[in-house]
C-alpha cells in the first residue's frame, strides 16, 4: 500500500489499522484484566505530536504508552525507537518500520543520519508523532545485578548521580528525535511507570510482570506519572541534553525510591501528589475486539481460510525481514 498511495493517505489508512488492532490489546490488558490504571501529573485531553520518553522494565511498558495515547484519542499515533533486533521479528518486525518506528543500534554503531532520515521523511507525510523512547537502552532488571552494576559505575565515572531504581540513560536516540523534529512537536512526556505488587517478602524489588503475568491478573495497579515539559526548556546542545536527561532520570529515580522505598508505609506503593484511577470505556475497545476476533475465526473456520492465514505469516515474515533489511 506504502507504495501506490498518496503518502498521508496511507498514513492514514495505517494509524486507523493501529487504532483498531491496539483497541483489542488494550481490552485485554485494560478491561479484561481489571487492572488499576492510576495517572499522576499531568496528561493533556488533546491529541499532540509528542516524544514520550520512559523507565523501561518489561514488555508491558511498550502498552502502556498506547494506555496513556487511547485517554488523548490518538492511539494510532504511537510510534517507537526499537532496538534494531526487534526488526526480525515475524510480521510486526516489518509492520513497526512501516507504521513510523525507528530501529536504532547500541553505542558505537547508532547510525544517526538514517534515524534523521527516517523522522523527516515522517514529517514530510505529516504523520502525527507519538514518539516513544526508552532512553535506558535495556530493561531495569533486579535479576541481573551486573547490568545495573555497571550502569552505576559508568554514572560514578562520568561524574553523574548515581541512580537506584533506573539505570543511565543514553542520550543519542533522545537527542537526534528532539533536534530533529523540535518545530514539530508540541512537547516532551517524561513519563514515570510503577507496577504494584514487584516487592517480595523482604522489601526488595522484584522483576516487573510479563505480559502473561499481566494479563493472569498478577499486577493489581499500574501507576503512571507524567510531567510535560517544553521544548524551550529542553538545551539543545547533545553534551547539555546529556545532562538534562540524567536530571530527569534522577526525578525519576526519587520518585520510585519513595514508590518502593518510603520509611512510612502509607507513601509506598503510590507517587506524590494528586492522583486520578483512570478507567478505560468500553467503548472505545469492545468493537475492536469483536470486529478482529470475529474476522480471525471465520477464517480459522475454514479450510481456505486456515491456508491463507498460515501463508500470510510464513510469506509476510520473508517479505518483511527482506523489506526491513534493505529499507529500514
Known amino acids: 500500500l506504502s507504495a501506490v498511495l498518496p503518502a498521508r493517505f496511507y498514513r492514514e489508512v495505517d494509524d486507523r489499522l493501529y487504532t483498531i488492532y491496539q483497541s483489542m490489546v488494550l481490552f485485554f490488558f ?16 488533546n491529541k499532540e505530536n509528542v516524544i514520550y520518553l520512559s523507565n523501561h522494565q518489561c514488555t508491558v511498558d511498550w502498552i ?3 494506555m496513556l495515547a487511547i485517554r488523548q484519542n490518538a492511539l494510532g499515533h504511537v510510534r517507537y525507537v526499537l532496538k534494531d533486533g526487534l526488526k526480525w521479528l515475524p510480521l ?7 507504521h513510523g518506528g ?24 505529516e504523520t502525527p508523532m507519538y514518539l516513544v523512547i526508552f532512553p535506558e537502552g535495556t530493561r531495569y532488571n533486579p535479576e541481573i545485578p551486573k547490568v545495573i552494576a555497571d550502569s552505576q559505575s559508568f554514572a560514578e565515572k562520568e561524574g553523574l548521580a548515581i541512580l537506584k531504581h533506573v539505570l543511565t540513560p543514553r542520550v543519542k536516540a533522545t537527542h537526534v528525535a528532539i533536534d530533529t ?19 517480595d517478602h523482604k522489601g526488595q524489588r522484584k522483576l516487573a510482570p510479563s505480559m502473561t503475568e ?28 546529556r545532562r538534562w536527561l540524567h536530571e530527569r532520570f534522577e526525578v525519576k529515580d526519587k ?47 475454514t479450510d481456505t481460510g486456515r491456508k491463507l492465514y498460515v501463508k500470510t505469516w510464513i510469506y509476510g515474515t520473508l517479505i518483511g525481514c527482506f523489506w526491513v533489511s534493505i529499507k529500514p
Not at 181 to 199: H, P, Q, S
Request: glycine share 4%; aromatic share 12%; hydrophobic share 40%.
Open 255 to 301: 520518585l520510585l525510591i519513595e514508590f518502593y522505598d518510603a520509611k512510612d508505609s502509607k507513601r509506598r506503593n503510590k507517587f506524590p501528589g494528586k492522583s486520578v484511577h483512570s478507567k478505560l470505556s468500553l467503548k472505545k475497545t469492545l468493537p475492536s475486539l469483536l470486529f478482529l476476533g470475529g474476522l480471525t475465526a471465520s477464517m480459522l473456520l
Open 181 to 199: 523534529m523540535k518545530d514539530y512537536l508540541d512537547a516532551v512526556y517524561d513519563v514515570t511507570v510503577a507496577y504494584e505488587g514487584t516487592v
Open 92 to 98: 510486526y518486525g516489518w509492520y513497526f518500520s512501516q
Open 30 to 45: 485494560e478491561n479484561y484484566t481489571g487492572v488499576q490504571v492510576i495517572i499522576y501529573g499531568d496528561l493533556p485531553k
Open 102 to 125: 525507528v530501529y536504532v543500534k547500541r553505542s558505537a554503531k547508532f547510525n544517526e543520519k538514517e534515524m534523521r532520515e527516517k523522522l523527516r521523511t515522517q514529517m514530510k507525510a
Open 214 to 241: 499481566f494479563l493472569c491478573k498478577e499486577c493489581p495497579r499500574v501507576h503512571i506519572f507524567i510531567d510535560r515539559i517544553e521544548l524551550k526548556d529542553i538545551p539543545e546542545e547533545q553534551m547539555y541534553m
Open 64 to 66: 502502556i504508552a498506547d
